[in-house]
Structures are given as C-alpha cells and as structure tokens.
C-alpha cells in the first residue's frame, strides 16, 4: 500500500494563480482531511470528508475549496492565491473518527506564493 | 492561549537519557495522540490512546484525564529520535487540535 499520496511536493505560485493539491489514499479509509502548518504553529484543519460527496469546511477554509467525487482522492484547490496561502499543507486519512482510528498522513506539499 | 500546550519547546539530550514531553489540553477529548515529524516533513502516528499508559519500543505515553495531561517518553535515546513531537487531540465532530511540537534533539 502507498498510503496517502500527496502532490507536487514544491510548487511556486505568483499571487493570483490558481493550483490544485492532489491527494489520493488506498487504504478505503472514508475521512479525509487537508491541513496546513505554518513556523511555530500547530496543524490547522482546512476542510475535510467523511465519505464520497460530503466535505465540510475546518477551522481556515477562506481561500480553499475541495472536492470528494470518489473515496481515494480529495484534491485541494486554490483559488487566486495570495501571499498567506505560503505553507506546508498535509493530506492525511483515517478509516472513521479519530477518536478511535490511527491517522495517516502524506509526505507534505511546500507552497510558496510570490 | 492555545488550547493543546506542549512543553519544553525544544530539546536538546545526550544519546543514552531519559527525555519526557509534556503536553496540556484545555478542552475535553475523546482521544489524545501523539505524532512524530521527520525533518524531511513526514508526520507519523505514534500513539492514539484515551486512557491509562501505552508502549511502544523504547516509547511510552501517558494520559491523566482528569488532569488534562499527557507525556511522552523515550527511554535510551538516540540520535534517529531526533524529530518533531507532536501532540494532538480529538475533540467533539471531527476536529483535531494541535500542539505546535517540541523540537529533540538527541546528541550522540
């Protein structure tokens, strides 16, 4: 098994561009997750899914929009990126809550936007 | 302030010593876990628990529930467990909260 799989690993934007994140997991977990972490700070939850066709937003979703068509993937997209939108963000999966399920997560994505 | 608190920040050992991580909560949780961050940025599970004491290797952690606390433990450190430590907590609907890592660093 990949595990949860995560792309591109770098990627340089100019303000204004617009990019996706692909993240695919084949571990048929139903939750899915976006984060981003910033210098010095804790993960902060993007969006996330429970399961195909259903997204909800987390705790900084402005900027963010995602999609869930299929249990493996949960592509990330940003919509005219600014200068704030530079971070690391991770993908990650679990079967059901984390309130009882390991979480797994991808090897990351480096996003600068200048 | 933020509501998972991790303590110390950074951490600097020599290979061989006893090292504890510290890490407070402030709101109520179903779960605590505790994540492992490679300098190549990777995150791992470590350990997921909700009460009591769980093993692994050379790794130990701990919850006090009521206390709203929870440490972690590397026994016989070496240089590969130089790493991020990350604590998280599952709270209610589908969030987790977390800390912002301490830094170790094991010096052979």
């Known amino acids: 098994n990949a595990g949860v799989t995560q792309t591109p690993k770098f990627r340089i934007l100019k303000i204004g561009q617009s990019m996706t994140l692909q993240c695919a997991q084949d571990?048929?977990?139903?939750?899915m997750y976006w984060y981003r972490q910033d210098p010095g700070m804790g993960l902060k939850l993007i969006y996330y899914?429970?399961?195909?066709?259903?997204?909800d937003k987390g705790e900084v979703p402005n900027g963010y929009n995602v999609s869930r068509s299929t249990t493996e993937d949960f592509p990330l997209r940003l919509e005219l990126a600014a200068p704030s939108q530079t971070s690391v963000y991770f993908c990650?999966?679990?079967?059901?809550?984390?309130?009882?399920?390991?979480?797994?997560f991808g090897e990351g994505s480096w996003l600068t936007v200048v | 302030k933020n509501e998972v608190e991790q303590s110390p920040q950074n951490l600097t050992a020599q290979e061989g010593e006893f090292i504890t991580i510290n890490c407070s909560y402030s709101?109520?949780?179903?779960?605590l876990h505790w994540l492992q961050q490679h300098p190549g940025g990777g995150i791992v599970s470590l350990f997921m628990?909700?009460?009591g004491k769980k093993k692994h290797g050379r790794l130990i952690a701990t919850i006090n529930i009521q206390e709203k606390h929870s440490s972690l433990h590397i026994t016989a450190s070496h240089p590969r467990d130089s790493a991020v430590y990350i604590c998280?907590?599952?709270?209610?609907?589908?969030?987790?909260?977390f800390g912002a890592g301490t830094r170790l660093t094991v010096k052979p």
């Open positions: 990650a999966s679990s079967y059901s809550s984390t309130s009882g399920n390991t979480i797994y």
């Open positions: 571990m048929n977990h139903n939750y």
């Open positions: 899914s429970v399961g195909a066709g259903i997204t």
């Open positions: 709101v109520g949780i179903s779960a």
């Open positions: 628990l909700s009460s």
């Open positions: 998280a907590v599952t709270t209610r609907f589908y969030y987790m909260r």
